[in-house]
Every structure is written in structure tokens, then in C-alpha cells.
């Protein structure tokens, strides 16, 4: 059973670009949560998806982020016009069942943004 | 606003000893906490989750207590490794989107 699968695993862009991150979770999982890493911060939650269905994007920028999980292939995290302070690590999680109280996240090997 | 600390950020032992993690949080009503690893420039490995409604969890050298009305978390690493060297990171999971709120992490070094 494959683990989260996240892709690319290091992205550069420079200023004004759009930087796309690509989530596969774990098989059987219909639940997936992004988190961000700041340099010498800690991860932070960004948003909350189901299948076709944004739960809680509470912690995201309400500018230039956005975020989708098709019914049919990865979560999409999307970075339109990326600035300097985007640069980070980004973490897509995937559990089985959202709101069960016993749920376990399992995380993914992060995308290391760099914008130029 | 659910807030996660760690002390100390960064902790120094040698090969061999016992050392505990501790992990504080300030909202008491989560659903589980979550005890991580990471290694530099790596992901997130789940170490331990305990649930609310538990009093510890134990995987190998590691054990996690939680007590929960008092905010607290301690971990545990019995007999350390110098592979054990590693960022430790402590995430309570509570809110609507039951997310999880993450500490800013232990960094330890085990030294040979």
C-alpha cells in the first residue's frame, strides 16, 4: 500500500509565476489536508478537502491560493503570481474518515517551493 | 486559538541515556494527539497517536502520556540512538476540519 505521494518534490519558480502541487493520498483515503512549513516556523493548516468538496480552507491566503480534489485524480494545490514569501514546504496528509475523532493523518514527503 | 508548545527547542545527550519531550497545548478539547519525526528535509513520520480518551501509548524505546484536563504531553525515548537524532514534533488534533495544530518541535542530537 503506497503511502502519500506528493509531486514534485522540489518546485523553483520565479516572482509572478504559477506553481501547481500535486497530493495522491493513500489508497482508500477520501480525505486530505495541505499544511505549510515556513523557513524556521512550524507547519501550519491550510485546508481541508474531501472529494469535490473544499471542508475548511480557514488557514489559507485568501489571495492567489486555492486548492480542488477531483473526483478523479490528485488534490491540487494552486499558487497563482508566487511572491518571495511563498517559498516553503508544503505537505498534503490524507486520513480515511475526516471526522472521526480517532483519525490519523499520514503525511506526505512535502514539495519544497522556491520562488526566485 | 488552539496553541502547541515544546520544550526545549533543542536538546543535546549522549548515546544511551532517557530523555522525555514535553508538549503543552492550551485548548484541553482535542480529539488525539500526534507525536512526529522529521528528519532534516524530509516529511512527517507518525510516531505515536493517542486519543483523548487514553492515559499512553508505547511503540519500541518510545512511550507518550497525555493528560488531557492539565493541557500536557510527554515523550519519552528510553535507551536514545544517535539514529534517533531527528526534529520531534508534537500535534494535537481538535476544531470542525479537525485539523492539526502543531508545536514548533524538539530538535534532538544523540551523540555517539
Known amino acids: 500500500n503506497a503511502g502519500v505521494m506528493q509531486n514534485p518534490r522540489h518546485l523553483v519558480r520565479r516572482r509572478g509565476q504559477e506553481a501547481r502541487l500535486r497530493c495522491s493520498p493513500m489508497?482508500?483515503?477520501?480525505?486530505v489536508y495541505w499544511y505549510r512549513q515556513l523557513p524556521e516556523e512550524g507547519l501550519k493548516f491550510m485546508v481541508y478537502l474531501q472529494k469535490e468538496n473544499i471542508i475548511d480552507e480557514s488557514g489559507m491566503p485568501k489571495e492567489r491560493f486555492s486548492a480542488e480534489f477531483p473526483k478523479e485524480g490528485p488534490s491540487i494545490l494552486r499558487i497563482q503570481q508566487v511572491v518571495r514569501g511563498d517559498s516553503a514546504a508544503y505537505f498534503c496528509?490524507?486520513?480515511?474518515?475526516?471526522?472521526?475523532?480517532?483519525?490519523?493523518?499520514?503525511f506526505g514527503p512535502g514539495t519544497r517551493l522556491t520562488v526566485l | 486559538k488552539q496553541e502547541v508548545t515544546q520544550i526545549p527547542a533543542a536538546l543535546s545527550v549522549p548515546e544511551g541515556e532517557n530523555l522525555v519531550l514535553n508538549c503543552s497545548f492550551t485548548?484541553?478539547?482535542?480529539?488525539?494527539l500526534q507525536w512526529f519525526r522529521q528528519d532534516p528535509g524530509k516529511g512527517l513520520t507518525s510516531l505515536l497517536l493517542i486519543q483523548s480518551s487514553q492515559r499512553e501509548q508505547t511503540s519500541g524505546r518510545l512511550n507518550a502520556s497525555l493528560d488531557k484536563s492539565s493541557g500536557r504531553s510527554t515523550l519519552y525515548i528510553a535507551a536514545s540512538q544517535p539514529g534517533d537524532s531527528a526534529t520531534y514534533l508534537c500535534a494535537v488534533v481538535s476544531g470542525s476540519a479537525r485539523q492539526l495544530t502543531f508545536g514548533s518541535g524538539t530538535q534532538l542530537t544523540v551523540l555517539p
Open positions: 485548548d484541553s478539547a482535542i480529539y488525539n
Open positions: 489508497k482508500g483515503h477520501s480525505h
Open positions: 496528509a490524507s486520513s480515511p474518515l475526516g471526522s472521526a475523532s480517532y483519525n490519523e493523518q499520514f
